[in-house]
Structures are given as C-alpha cells and as structure tokens.
C-alpha cells in the first residue's frame, strides 16, 4: 500500500515519517515508535485503555488513523513525567492503590489528565462519569475515583513535585 | 492485628505501597504485546462463521498471492505432524485446527502467516472456505434428548452427547431427610455462560532458536510450569524437550482463570515459529477473545432444601447440566469434573446432602474456566444462598436470624461437612453481625416497610459465603497428574539483599510486594531489599501457578517454609558468631542477639555477609533455601454481604444502594492490597449479577461477541463498595493466612439478586436468573400488574 507523509509531534519530539494510510494510530505509537504504554483492549472503542492526548482532548487511539495526526500533537502516558517528576495523577494512583495489573492505566491517566485539567476539584460522581468510557476489571474503580481526588488535590495546591517523590 | 515488624521493615500487616507500580504508572510495563524480536512474523486466524459444519474445501491461493503473506497454516498440514488435536486439561481432546468439521462458531479453521499485522489480517479475508453447515445443538438439555445429533463424531463408538456422571454425598440419607422434612424448597437455577474480559486479551511470542534448539514462549499464562510440561508432553514427538522449552509470563493484564488452558492459537504460533525458525506473534482481538476462549459457569442447577419449621436446615439435593460446549476444556483439578462445586452445603450445618452432575457436550466453544473463582465455587456459593433465602423468606423468618440459626459454630471448627470436606476455621455469626452493625440493619428493615407500604420497591440482601481455596493437597489434587504443590526459592546475597522466586505467577494480584512482606515478616530484611520475580521457567521454581487464590495459600506458605529453614541456618551462624550457643539464642526482627544481653547481637545483615565470608567451619556456605509447599488442608476464607437495592418500577432498572462487605481470609498481609482485591472481585460479582451474558441463537450465533453487547460494569455502574474485615487465622497455614482474590467475586451475586428477589417478593417473585437486566424485572413488574 502506497505510503503518505505525516509529521506528528509525541512527547514533544517531532516525526517526519511515511506510513500506511490505514495504519492505526494506536499501532503507530506502539510499533513504530515503540511507545508501549498506550494498550489495545477492545476494537470497538469501549475499554479506553488506548486513550491519548491529542491537541489537548482525551482520543482513543484505537479509533484514529495515524494520519489523522498529521499537523498535530500527542502526549501518551510515557509524556507524563516532567524533568523526572511524576505527574500527581501517577502518585495518585500510586498512593491509592488505583491500579492492579496496570493495563488500563495509561489510558485511566490519561483522560484523567484531560479531565482535571478542566475541572480540578470534581465530585466522585462527576469522576466517574469521567472515567466511564475507560474499562477497569481489577480495581473495581473505588481507588481510581480516590487516585483522582488525591491529584485533584495536589494540583489544587500546586504541589505537583512533593507528591511525586515518593516514587522510586 | 498490629503488624510486629516497623513500617521500614514492612512486613505482614503492613500497607506497603506496590512495587510493581513505577514501572505500570510510567507506561513501562512489559506485556507480551510489548514483546518485539527481530525478523517477528504475524498469526492471524481465520474463525468459522458456523457453529457446525463440514470443510469442503480450503482455498489458500489467493491469501497466498499477497504480498507478505508466507504461509497458510490449517488442519491438514498440522495432521503431518499430528498436531491438529491436543488433550484438554480434563483428559479431553480439542482441535488445534480442524481436519473436517467445525464445531463451533469462530472457532479457528486457518492460520495466516504474514511479515505486518495488517498483511495478516487481509490474509484472513482472503482465505475462502467451503463449508457444509450441519444441524447446531446449542441448548445442554436438547443435546441429551435420544433423537440429538451426536456431535463427537471423531470419538469412536461415541452415541450420544453425555461427557460424564458425576455425584458425590449420601444420597439415602438426603432422601430419607426429605421424606421427613417439615419444608422443603425448590428452584432451577441457571448460572448463565460468563466471559472472564480481563483487558489485556490472550497472545503469545514464541521463538524457536534453530540454532540451539530451545524454544521460548512469551505468553499470557497464569500457569507458566504446567504449560511448559504440556508442550513437552503434546510435542515431544516433534523434538520438544522440556529443557529447551523456556515459557515467560511477561506483565500480564489481568487473567482472572481465562488466562489458565492453552488455547490453540498458542500452539499454531508455535509450530509456525518451529516451522520457520522465525519469532511469530500472536495477538487477539477483543472479539476473538470474547467468542472463542475464557469462558465459565453455564450450570443448570436444579436444587433443592429440606429443613423443620422453625428454620432448622437439615438436607441439600442437587442435580446440575453442565453445558460445556464442544470439549471438556475445563479448568478443574484432574479428580473432580464439577470443579469444587461440592462445597455447595456453604455455611451451614446440613445433617446430609447429594449432589450430581452431568456434564454434556453442545456446538459452543469450551467453557468451564474458573471466572475469578476455585473451581466451580461460585456456582455452589450461589446455589446454597439463593436456597437459603428462598427458605428464609418461604417461612417466614428473617434471612440474617435464619442464617445465624443454621451456621456452624466457632466451636464446631474444624468442621467435617456433610459432603466431606474439612473446614479449617470460621467464625460465620461474627461476620454476618458485623455486616448488619455497619449497614444498619434494623433500621433498613424499618424503611423497606415503610417503602413497601407505599408502593416503592426496595430490597435487603445477604449472602454468607464459605470459600474452598488453595488447592491443593496432593493426596487429592493434581493437574494432568502434577501434584498441586507450589514453590519459593529465596536467595539471601552477601550484601543482605535477598531474591526470591515463585511458582505462581501475579496477574494484578501484587506478588512482588505481598512475597516481599512475607520475607519481611520472616527475616526481618526491609521489604525494599527483597526483590521477587515469578514467570520465566528458567529461573523460577516448579509450581502450578496463579488461579483459585492459591497463591497466598500455597506459594505464600512455601516462601514463609524456605524463609524458616533459612533463619534456622541463620541462627548456627550467629551462634558462631557471638560464640554462644544457638540455644541461647533469641530472634527479634532483623537479629538474633543472646539471651540476656541484647547489645551481643547479629544483624541478619551481618549474618548474611558471613554466610560467604566467615560461615562456621563444617557448614556449607551461601543463604538459601527452596520449599515445595504441599498444603495438609485446603483454606476456607468467608466473609458476610448486605446489599440494599432500589428498583425503579417503569423501567426495571436495579439500582445498589449500598453494599458492605466484610471479609475473613485470615491473617493479612497488605491490607491495602486485601480491599482492592475486594473492591474488583465485588465488581466482578456485579456484572454476572446485572449486566454479563454470552448467549447463543439456535445456529449457534453468539450474540454478545463484542464489547458493543457484552457489558463489563463502568465506574457509573459500580457503587462504592464498603469493605471491612474480620480475622480468623487459618490454623495450618505456617502464617494463618487463607487467601482473598476471589472472596467477593463468588460472595456477591447471590446479595444482590437476594435484594432484588427481596424486593419483589410481594409480588410473587420468587427467584431471578442472573443477570437481572432491567427487561427482566420490567417484565415481572408489569406481569405482577405493577405501573410504572
Ligand atoms: S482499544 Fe478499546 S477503546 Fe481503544
Ligand atoms: S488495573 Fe487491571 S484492568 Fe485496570
């Protein structure tokens, strides 16, 4: 199949790179780029759990073609940790225990990271509205909810680097 | 209990914080999709749109003609090698690929080997089968009937579909308590085919180096050991030898028993990969995975209650079909075809009790994991507590007196029950009270009262589960004939750090963290210094892996054994040490130190470093120790749920209110990690309860294929589960722990179809089918003549 150009920006690195138009985005980030942290759990967008940033809004990637990239910007879960900081929704999910066998996770921080950037002090209620497009089938949601208004917290404080030290 | 070790040392008791979570929360984790080898080949499947049918004819040529495509892997060609069939873990055989017929619906028929995922995939579309369909036998009941088509065709001198009998306890006792039983109840109850969805699908890399012969299998497996065995066992014949075969279970993404048999994509990519010396992945697609493999439960119980008026519960009696679609693929321990379904007398004293099971044969995929349960444990847990209530309710008593009434005793442990099994330790009245302390019991009554007088639809639920896990003792337990042993091999380095590996294998469920806190507990190294690894059958011990909480139970006694034997050599080295007689020795966290004068102490540190460096002449050097843990008994967590719905009468929705659930596994070692395990087994019980079913028209089709139908609980769904414990400590478990990962999974269902059942019962209902969809109860309320 005929290969087209696209030149995406990832992480803040950019790509110049020709690829198949059909190719997915998710098999994009995960196989071209080798950027593992975005995983694939369904093929008809339910699960979330290959939800990235893209020019700010929460995406499944399983539902995008790479080539709808083009021109633009992606962050996924390998983008949240800033100078060696971890973002404060990783140390929430950390202290909280919000995660299990850790593959919805990326997707979790991710539309967490959109959403509290639009709202960083939400009810439970409105969280997990939030999160109902991300399936989870370890944690039974409870610490998911509690990671979020832990960060929520922190982010309200500012305190983005305190919170994140305790990880190694 | 107060932990005895210091938060630095972080050992049982202890909420230490996970230590496989950096790698997960930075998206560094390393599950087998992450899995990327040089010169890597793709397998794709091509699944049979019919559920019964005879091949014709198999066209490859023109999936062949694309560019990329290498090879079309089917039946017959795996027939060379007799490879086309593989036994099941029950002594059953499954097709790899099919020779002649297909037996059920995206059942796998051809295998495309291709460069890309998407050359695959087209590969797929373009392979063309000429296929026969034959009559389809979906329903368990119809396939026993003398005129069903036998579906077995390939089992000679097979004329029927019937898989086997099977009954266990006294029938003329529990006949004879009937016949004089003052009450007696009645129910069918259908526990419908349920998919495990763990997010993560099933796949695999495998890698045969032609060079040196060895083949590794990356592979999403519960059971690492066990399956490298069966490949040496089902390949020999091809040069397979169990040396050269190392299986690695890489982070796996949830496996809740769908991650347990092999499956026959495993085995096409291996051959593929022995074929062509090249690394071939395999991956499932979601809709793969939901209509072809994992699947559990379809029991078809008929059950039955005998007891006195004033509530006293003297006899059970069940009779169960067990739909297992077209190969007996379960996931049971060799000896019990029903799983451990006959721990179905549950909490409750019974003077007598028989059970029986007929196991049958439909065009359906194979069925029979265990969903997040120990064999078949959920469908007696659920049979006995909607019994229970039935009962309950029947005469006229309250379900919480009637279960305090009919519990066995604290006094009565250990506890031989009327169908044999003996239970290790509970304290069944305490759990339930503090369940009603915490809901507030008395006064949801109350309101229930109020609400009925008024016409609203409220509903209280219990269930008091008793668990039967860690399997398990040899005596009785093995699989394809491997004892259910599991193993921790712990090696403490010159430096004081210790490494520590496992049979089992974590799928979610922490082991890198709760082992390291048993070293802790056991040592006395902080729990940071203790790395633990589990997965790579190259370096980790024998075990027969990670399923029916026996991790805790079975490893988790095994690490606590190995750490023993190593403190026992630890105190002859002090004793050299400090010059004293190992007598005279006492251990506190971290030291021994000599009787009366504590400042004449050895670190465990300290202690370590001479073990290489100046060990006692005579003793061999270095810190070791292995353990193969075979338990004397099996563990019997239990636990008490209270859940209170609300059921809107237009639309039939169900709605939980609240939920308590309290808990006993014994000893704890994270109690963090206890509740999440809760808290997802909980959510794991409400989705069969309310939302999860795979059903079948009758062609076979299957109707809930993809997440667009099969409903998994969202965070709107889920309700904040309350959790709390008690703690009866296991009295043979070396740390008194019995084990927790599918407590609430089991437990759950039967609260809350109880309260929905609780809610309508003035209206004459008297028992729902899981799931309870909101049709379901539309439909009653509007048979009962209820408006909206
Ligand atoms: S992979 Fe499931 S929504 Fe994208
Ligand atoms: S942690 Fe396993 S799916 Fe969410």
Redesign the pocket.
Known sequence: MAKVPINVKVNGVEHNVDIEPRLLLVHFLRENLRLTGTHIGCDTSHCGACTVVMDGRAIKSCTAFAVQADGRSIMTVEGLEQDGKLHPLQDGFFQEHG???????PG?LMTGYVFLGTNNNPTEDEIRHAISGN?????GYVNIVKAYQYAAQKMREGGAEDGAKNIA | MAPKTSPEIGGMGHSVKRKEDPRFLRGLGNYVDDVNLPGMLYLDIVRSPYAHATINNIDISKATAIPGVLAVITGKDLEKYNLHWMPTLMSDTQMVLPVDKVMYQAQEVAAVLATDRYIAADGVEAVEIDYDPLPVVVDPKKALLPDAPVLRTDKKDKKDNHIWHWEWGNRDATDQLFREAEVTVKEDIYIPRIHVS??ETCGCVAHFDKVNGKLTVWMTTQAPHAIRTVFALVAGHVGLSEEKIQIISPDI??GFGGKVPVYPGYVIAVAASVLTGKPVKWIEDRMENLQADSFARDYHITAELAGKKDGQLTALRIKTIADHGYTDAAANPSKFPAGLFHVCTGSYDLKAAHVEVDGVYTNKPPGGIAYRCSFRVTEAVHTIERMADLMAHEIGMDPAEFRMKNFIKPEQFPYKSALDWEYDSGNYAAALQLAMDKIGYTELKKEQAEKRARGELMGIGISSFTEIVGAGPSKHFDILGIKMFDSAEIRVHPTGKVIARFGTKSQ?QGHETTYAQIVAEELGFPVDSVLVEEGDTDTAPYGLGTYASRSTPVAGAACAVACRKIKDKARKIAAYLLEAHEDDLEWETGKFFVKGSPDRAKTIQEISLAAYTNHPPGMEAGLEAVNYYDPPNLTYPFGSYICVVDIDKGTGEVKIRRFVAIDDCGNIINPMIVQGQIHGGLTMGLGPALYEEIQYDESGNILQGSFMNYLLPTAVETPNWETANTVTPSPHHPLGAKGVGESATVGAPAAIVNAVVDALWHLGVRHIDIPITSAKVWKLLRDAGVKD
């Not at chain 1, 995660?99 to 996770?105: K, S």
């Not at chain 1, 399936?135 to 944690?139: S, V």
Request: with cysteine; net charge positive.
């Open positions: 995660l299990q066998c850790g593959y919805c996770t979790m399936l989870c089938r370890c944690t | 763990s997010i993404g949830g979610g």
